[in-house]
């Protein structure tokens, strides 16, 4: 089992920036998706949960109307577009992959956690 984030890096306030998460059909069938960050000396914390159909989002209140989860079932991805980030941002984060079909949001509520990719968001 094996999920991999990519898409983090370095951008200005007020960019944007494309995390993918990536793993294999057997990973992603019929479970939630979420993405969670965490930044230097705080807890991981939740950002976006999906559904296996898509149709059940759900967001962290610092993120809602900036960022946007999705995902292809087909290709076995989970995308969150993040736009207008703060430095507050900055983190590193990771993908997961529900016990359930539920997008939870608690980490306790994920089985699978991807290696997290770093977005740093500067001044």
């Known amino acids: 089992v094996q999920l991999q984030a990519s898409g983090g890096g370095l951008v200005q306030a007020g960019g944007s920036l494309r995390l993918s998460c990536a793993a294999s059909k057997r990973t992603f069938s019929n479970n939630a998706v979420g993405w969670f960050h965490q930044a230097p000396g705080k807890e991981r914390g939740f950002v976006a949960g999906?559904?296996?159909?898509?149709?059940?989002?759900t967001y962290a209140d610092s993120v809602k109307g900036r960022f946007s989860i999705s995902r292809d079932n087909a290709k076995n991805l989970v995308n969150l577009q993040m736009n207008s980030l703060k430095p507050e941002d900055t983190a590193i984060y990771y993908c997961?992959?529900?016990?359930?079909?539920?997008?939870?949001?608690?980490?306790?509520?994920?089985?699978?956690w991807g290696q997290g990719t770093k977005v740093t968001v500067s001044s």
């Open positions: 997961a992959s529900a016990y359930s079909s539920v997008p939870a949001r608690n980490s306790a509520g994920y089985r699978y």
């Open positions: 999906i559904n296996w159909r898509g149709g059940d989002i």
